[in-house]
């Protein structure tokens, strides 16, 4: 690329332009360097402001003052310069020049011409366009529209002034006579293909060899008399064109002989093929239907090629065809004719209907209704199965006795052992495999009736072989397909549930209990329990008067001890901490209740418990202290109206206590009563 030229000469002009305010930005440099070829007439220092102009944003509206074709496409959004995303940009960000004569004006988007993605321009390149070099659509020959005359180019060629119908470029091979839009038939592929159209949307569908026929075959044919335009080119002729008999375009060789419906014998495979399957066979008192249309006619008609033909039976199936299978098939125990199984559209399937079914001995109910024939009737391919069923082969009178008949048992063989070894239809019915028909009052006969909560949960969360949060099954159980466990060994609770007693309860337990968890819990829940005043006196301590209203936590403290945060699950893999409840037992009324009488009662005779004087109904009063006989100051005479108080008042010692005072208390009359006693 030249170098920019700073002779003195070529300077002192532009210093002067810049101190007029002609040439801006002289600071930055006086002259980048020589202007490209098309532009070479502007080159030199005093023609500057023919581009450049005297303000800032002058240059282009310069620009577009010259190049006219531009301002004409930007205007109407047509081409590269006509996109938004261009308009945006200034024109020397695509066309730098001050780069030397042989530098081409521009900058391409994406490197090059070649590399160049024509969407940009608005329209985008698809098929056979996207091949074709640049240089072969952007010439002067296909450059007609108003931009080109625009042009401000002095040399040919250019990326300006293509239109983008397809005959500012195409010749239009049907003389206008089907309008201007090719796009509605072609596409930018090849010509000779028309994606768009297809002649089956016409009253003349092409079919067979119609199909390899070019157009002008039909649509030039002389008979049309088609009008020729202005260069001497005959014009295809669309419409009308007549088909409603072959005749219309093809001659009759049989001179009309057999009449004018050609497709009597004929189709559009080829000429020299009499198409038989056109017959009209529905006028004979045998109309073909089904399979029967395709049969070959020599297959019926064994002399076909005789001037007179065979008339064949047809009274029955079995006229044609052999019985095959072996008069196994029979209907209320005589043979019938295969069209009480099957129809003339196939063989298979059988149309024997579930209706008809019930006539066997066997009727279909439930899914069985919508099972295949040939799951049931399978194919004997042994070596007598032909001899015995036919030459189709198929179990006519297939087993049903039982289940195990068709179905194999899903269950590994663990209902072997019972008396029906096993029957399906103890657990299930025809009308589907699940759910099973086992319920709670089938489970009752068992080891573990379902009650409670239990009732609720699904078979599989016990019987399931994955079952969730349990022990997992013996590797030596043989599940089978059904991945089911029949019989379920462990039906004590603490097989399934978390014993939060540590086995206190158990069998073998520091305190066993025959009945073990059901004792106090029932299937509805854990808690409350069930264990009532009736439970409580089989343990040590029966519950009697006030103790009947105590709540269970009150003595049993372990009770208040936070519940596991919800979600939580009993069973023994839940993962959750219960807290241990022991329920240790207590005797004594001091184990739960605080004396108010504090040492007075140590070592009294005749007892220092408190059921010596109180009962279990209440505190108060003492109910089983008699002063006459467990004091040793019997109450009698005027003493027995005095009140407890006058002689056994509070110790003020015993501050917020309270505590009465029964024992030391004298006897002697002056202890309590004065002189003027005496």
């Given at each position: 690329m030249p170098g920019p030229r700073f002779g003195l000469a070529r300077l002192l002009p532009l210093v002067v332009l810049a101190l007029l305010g002609v040439v801006p930005g002289l600071g930055a440099q006086v002259s980048p360097g020589p202007l490209a070829k098309a532009h070479h007439d502007l080159d030199g220092t005093l023609q500057c402001t023919k581009c450049h102009g005297s303000g800032k944003d002058a240059m282009p509206g310069k620009c577009a003052a010259c190049h006219k074709d531009i301002g004409w496409l930007q205007e109407r959004g047509r081409g590269l310069h006509g996109q938004q995303e261009t308009k945006a940009k200034t024109c020397a960000s695509c066309h730098p020049d001050h780069a030397g004569q042989e530098f081409d004006l521009i900058r391409w988007p994406d490197g090059s011409a070649q590399k160049f993605d024509h969407k940009r321009a608005g329209w985008t390149l698809k098929q056979s366009h996207d091949t074709v070099k640049c240089e072969t659509c952007h010439?002067?020959?296909?450059?007609?529209?108003?931009?080109?005359?625009?042009?401000?180019?002095?040399?040919?060629?250019?990326?300006?002034?293509?239109?983008?119908?397809?005959?500012?470029?195409?010749?239009?091979?049907?003389?206008?006579?089907?309008?201007?839009?090719?796009?509605?038939?072609?596409?930018?592929?090849?010509?000779?293909?028309?994606?768009?159209?297809?002649?089956?949307?016409?009253?003349?569908?092409?079919?067979?060899?119609?199909?390899?026929?070019?157009?002008?075959?039909?649509?030039?044919?002389?008979?049309?008399?088609?009008?020729?335009?202005?260069?001497?080119?005959?014009?295809?002729?669309?419409?009308?064109?007549?088909?409603?008999?072959?005749?219309?375009?093809?001659?009759?060789?049989?001179?009309?002989?057999?009449?004018?419906?050609?497709?009597?014998?004929?189709?559009?495979?080829?000429?020299?093929?009499?198409?038989?399957?056109?017959?009209?066979?529905?006028?004979?008192?045998?109309?073909?239907?089904?399979?029967?249309?395709?049969?070959?006619?020599?297959?019926?008609?064994?002399?076909?090629?005789?001037?007179?033909?065979?008339?064949?039976?047809?009274?029955?199936?079995?006229?044609c065809h052999k019985d095959p299978h072996n008069k196994t098939a029979t209907l209320a125990g005589k043979v019938v004719d295969c069209e009480k199984c099957h129809n003339v559209l196939g063989f298979s399937p059988s149309i024997m209907t579930v209706l008809q079914h019930r006539d066997t001995k066997y009727p279909l109910e439930g899914k069985h209704t919508e099972v295949k024939c040939a799951l049931c009737h399978t194919k004997d391919d042994s070596k007598s199965g032909a001899t015995k069923w036919g030459i189709a082969k198929v179990v006519i009178r297939p087993l049903f006795s039982k289940c195990t008949d068709c179905h194999k048992d899903e269950h590994g063989g663990q209902l072997a052992k019972r008396p029906n070894k096993g029957e399906c239809g103890d657990c299930h019915r025809v009308q589907g495999w699940k759910p099973s028909t086992f319920g709670v009052t089938e489970h009752a006969r068992l080891k573990l009736a379902l009650d409670g909560r239990h009732a609720d949960i699904e078979c599989g969360d016990c019987h399931r072989g994955d079952r969730k949060l349990l022990p997992p099954l013996p590797k030596t159980v043989t599940l089978g397909k059904a991945n089911v466990l029949i019989e379920v060994k462990e039906v004590e609770c603490t097989a399934c549930h978390l014993d939060p007693h540590k086995g206190r309860f158990a069998a073998g337990g520091e305190r066993a209990k025959a009945e073990g968890c059901i004792l106090c819990h029932n299937a509805k829940g854990f808690r409350p329990a069930s264990a009532g005043v009736a439970v409580h006196a089989e343990f040590r301590f029966p519950l009697e008067g006030g103790h009947r209203a105590v709540a269970c936590q009150s003595c049993h403290t372990e009770m208040k001890a936070p519940r596991p945060p919800k979600p939580r699950s009993t069973l023994v893999l839940s993962g959750t901490s219960f807290p241990s409840l022991k329920f240790e037992e207590k005797q004594q009324c001091d184990d739960c209740h605080k004396t108010p009488h504090g040492e007075q009662f140590t070592g009294r005779k005749g007892g220092e418990k408190?059921?010596?004087?109180?009962?279990?109904?209440?505190?108060?009063?003492?109910?089983?202290?008699?002063?006459?006989?467990?004091?040793?100051?019997?109450?009698?005479?005027?003493?027995?109206?005095?009140a407890c108080s006058e002689c056994h008042p509070i110790d003020p010692a015993s501050g917020a206590d309270k505590r009465v005072i029964y024992r030391p208390v004298s006897g002697k009359c002056e202890s309590c009563h004065g002189k003027e006693f005496k």
């Open positions: 010439a002067p020959k296909f450059q007609h529209s108003p931009a080109a005359r625009l042009t401000a180019r002095k040399l040919p060629g250019g990326y300006a002034g293509l239109d983008t119908e397809c005959q500012s470029c195409h010749e239009d091979v049907h003389r206008g006579a089907l309008g201007d839009d090719c796009t509605k038939c072609h596409d930018s592929g090849k010509f000779t293909k028309t994606p768009g159209f297809d002649h089956d949307t016409t009253a003349y569908p092409l079919t067979n060899k119609h199909r390899e026929v070019k157009c002008d075959k039909c649509h030039l044919d002389p008979r049309l008399n088609p009008k020729k335009d202005p260069g001497g080119h005959l014009v295809p002729v669309y419409k009308p064109v007549s088909f409603e008999t072959c005749a219309a375009c093809h001659e009759d060789h049989h001179k009309g002989s057999l009449g004018p419906k050609c497709a009597s014998c004929h189709n559009t495979r080829s000429f020299k093929i009499i198409d038989k399957d056109n017959f009209d066979h529905d006028r004979t008192k045998y109309p073909l239907k089904g399979k029967h249309a395709s049969v070959k006619c020599s297959d019926c008609h064994k002399d076909f090629a005789t001037p007179l033909l065979k008339k064949p039976k047809f009274e029955t199936c079995g006229d408190c059921d010596v004087c109180h009962g279990a109904d209440d505190f108060k009063p003492a109910a089983r202290f008699d002063h006459n006989k467990d004091a040793s100051f019997s109450l009698k005479g005027a003493h027995e109206k005095v």
